[in-house]
């Protein structure tokens, strides 16, 4: 994706757990339905990250959005597990060893086989070619990993713009990104490129009243209204270089402390207050602890 936003990075556009969205926006009581169903169906604890990803689909436009959209829409409809994985190009049906299966490119389809949260791997597929404003093929890597990409590349420089359009060379070949989805400019820096608003900046993370800004290479990148999050949040400064969307200390409820199960919900502290997740809106899933994740102490909706 490039060098974006934190927030919108996490905005995958080949996974489940961070793409939503509609035409009206993904809302967080919507994103929150949506990532009960994904957990329950793979195992996944990032709740945090899709809450992230909710805002960021709501903050943008473009391309990103219409495959958000889509996505979105399948998973929402999907009546159990198997309709949920299949949103996203996974086959219930074929079971994979992700140590001994090798990726491969079907014309514009990527075949691969992929490991779930919850320790499954099933072969899925996906269409390149559905990625159009990108012109973008399947090829593979020089990991041996089959990819969506525009071109080869031989890391000769990491990343640069055409016009609008970001390019970054990783494992010789070239990823596209429309900084226009995001609502930004290409933007050419000493380091390299970025997607950012055009606005300079200093520091790395700052607040302007309840907007979080990032600031990367002295580039503005997207603003953050705190406020979709909830009652009661806003942009805190916690040092000169350390800013986040979360509630003031005077009304923290949790300071990060480990996410807990209160009946069928999942619960987790998110910006110094709890976040309950209904796993029971799902076919009455259960909520359970999981093991530790990168994101720490995880948790987890289970389907009946």
């Known amino acids: 994706m490039g060098r974006v936003s934190l927030l919108v990075v996490v905005v995958c556009l080949n996974g489940l757990y961070a793409c939503a969205g509609d035409s009206g926006g993904s809302g967080l009581d919507r994103m929150k339905k949506m990532m009960v169903k994904v957990s329950a169906c793979t195992g996944d604890d990032s709740f945090r990250i899709a809450v ?8 943008v436009s473009g391309d990103l959005v219409k495959y958000a959209d889509k996505l979105f829409g399948c998973i929402e409809s999907a009546g159990d597990c198997d309709e949920v994985l299949e949103c996203s190009g996974y086959d219930p049906e074929s079971p994979c060893n992700p140590d001994d299966y090798k990726d491969k490119c079907e014309g514009t389809q990527r075949v691969r086989c992929d490991k779930l949260a919850d320790g499954r791997a099933f072969v899925q597929t996906y269409d390149c070619a559905t990625e159009e404003p990108y012109d973008h093929k399947c090829l593979v890597d020089g990991n041996g990993d089959a990819v969506c990409a525009s071109d080869e590349c031989d890391g000769s420089k990491d990343e640069w713009c055409e016009g609008n359009i970001l390019l970054q060379c990783e494992s010789g070949v070239v990823d596209k990104s429309d900084c226009a989805d995001f609502g930004m400019q290409c933007i050419q820096t000493a380091n390299g490129a970025l997607c950012g608003t055009g606005e300079s900046c200093t520091g790395k993370e700052s607040c302007d009243g309840t907007t979080y800004v990032s600031c990367e290479d002295g580039n503005e990148e997207l603003p953050v209204d705190c406020t979709w999050f909830g009652s009661g949040y806003t942009c805190v400064q916690k040092s000169k270089d350390d800013a986040n969307c979360a509630v003031p200390s005077s009304k923290e409820e949790c300071t990060d402390e480990k996410p807990l199960c209160v009946g069928s919900k ?5 910006g110094g207050k709890w976040m309950d997740f209904d ?3 799902f076919g009455g899933a259960t909520c359970e602890l999981a093991d530790k994740s990168f994101l720490g102490d995880g948790i987890r909706c289970k389907a009946k």
């Open 52 to 59: 992230a990803s909710g805002y960021a689909l709501d903050a």
């Open 266 to 270: 999942a619960r987790i502290c998110f």
């Open 279 to 281: 796993c029971a809106v």
